[in-house]
């Protein structure tokens, strides 16, 4: 069942009712069991983020994912018979990127929709994107993720066999498309430059303020802590990516101004295409004096998050700047590890030796609960410190007696 593409137009988004789909992960020596079932959970997440209901999980344990359908066919079958006695399922999600022609087998073998990792964050991406910026950063990545996977997905076209009249069609169709995406993507790259001309002129303006940007894993509550400090009214909900577009807010301390925005999250296996295409929106880290970077303390792999957004921001060019970790959640923290009988004293223990730890292998840090405000006010303490010092080096001229 070859997959029909729109050329040059906006991938159709999965729908709004919910579609009922199963999950497929491969364990390799590489990926253990117990990292594998974390991504699924997150694989999950996305999928309920984007309308999709998970009623089952497949796994098998290979040495490197199968070429022609990723999974070995013992599994495919299993798969196909699972389906054929739960027809209300219309989708397979699989946990890894995959290629045009892995894409067609498997639909041909199991009759359904098949989507990969990249593909359900595009998706999302699509569903998510306010802006014209955002919109034309989408439209971007979806023909970046188009173009290797071109031939792939043509079965009709191709040469069935060898002879005289079985040459070149198809692959004149390819190259056609492949002109197709090509002009797409270069329409979509310039007109990407000129919202950036745009953005830069604009940040030009305010090139004489400290500028603080919160980053961090998706749905660690960045947005939320942003509405508490600058009392504004950005989306804020527990689902992944709920925020694309960067938000940039006036706050002032006192009498002291700075800005601070609010920016797209990172995720494990995030695709390299959609971190290129989202590069001008992440000049504001880039740009930025100081990060904030928000943590979900409660997470069980909030450790692994971390090292996440360390990546990306390495990849960016912004690892080297003045940094606060702020470890968000805390009150879930607590519901979820601490046992009834523990004393206050033990509780408090624990957090401190907490604390240490995270302070030795991470930095300086705060906690505290966006949704309680517990520990709001040390972090706006620690955020006027860091911001004092800024604009001492930075702007020696705008320094006041705060």
């Known amino acids: 069942m070859a997959k029909e593409w729109n050329l040059g137009e906006k991938a159709n988004s999965l729908k709004k009712e919910p579609e009922y789909a199963v999950l ?15 991504y699924l959970d997150e694989l999950e997440f996305l999928a309920d983020t984007a309308g999709a209901v998970t009623i089952k999980r497949f796994t098998q344990r290979l040495q490197h994912p199968e070429h022609r359908t990723f999974v070995g066919s013992g599994k495919v079958i299993e798969i196909k018979q ?59 990545a979806q023909m970046k993720y188009l173009m290797p996977r071109l031939r792939g997905l043509w079965t009709h076209l191709e ?72 009392k504004a009214d950005v989306l804020a909900e527990n689902k992944l990516f709920a925020t694309l577009d960067t938000t940039v807010r006036k706050v002032v301390f006192g009498t002291m101004p700075f800005l601070l925005s609010d920016t797209v ?11 290129e295409s989202f590069k001008s929106t992440l000049d504001e ?21 971390i090292r996440t957004v360390q990546k990306t921001l390495l990849e960016l060019g912004a690892a080297d700047k003045p940094t606060l970790m702020v470890y968000n959640k805390i009150d879930l ?7 009834d009988l523990l004393t206050e004293q033990e509780r408090t223990d624990i957090e401190a030796e907490l604390r ?34 800024t604009y001492v080096v930075r702007y020696p001229h705008q320094v006041k007696s705060w």
Request: hydrophobic share 35%; glycine share 6%.
């Open 333 to 339: 923290y607590r519901e979820r590890y601490f046992d």
């Open 265 to 275: 999250g990172f995720i494990r296996k995030l695709p390299h295409h959609l971190v």
């Open 24 to 38: 497929v992960s491969v364990i390799t020596p590489t990926v253990g069991e117990t990292v594998a079932h974390e």
């Open 285 to 305: 880290v880039r740009e930025s004096d100081i990060l904030l970077h928000v943590v979900d303390i409660a997470h069980p792999q909030f450790e692994d998050q």
């Open 159 to 230: 040469r069935q066999a060898g002879g005289i009249g079985t040459r070149g069609p198809g692959e004149t169709q390819i190259e056609t498309d492949r002109r197709i995406v090509q002009y797409r993507m270069k329409i979509l790259e310039d007109r990407l430059k000129d919202i950036d001309r745009q953005n830069q002129t604009q940040r030009k303006t305010r090139s004489e303020q400290v500028r603080v940007a919160l980053v961090g894993y998706t749905n660690v509550g960045k947005s939320t802590l942003l509405n508490l400090l600058s």
């Open 356 to 389: 240490e730890r995270l302070l030795a292998n991470f930095g300086e840090n705060v906690f505290i609960s966006a949704s309680t405000k517990e520990g709001i006010d040390q972090l706006r303490e620690r955020m006027t410190r860091l911001i004092k010092e």
């Open 82 to 140: 699972y389906l054929e006695r739960h027809e209300e399922v219309t989708m397979v999600i699989f946990d890894d990127d995959l290629s045009g022609k892995q894409t067609n087998n498997l639909e041909e073998a199991l009759k359904v929709k098949i989507v990969d990792r990249s593909s359900l964050i595009l998706d999302i991406f699509a569903n998510r994107a306010q802006t014209a910026q955002a919109k034309t950063q989408v439209d971007l």
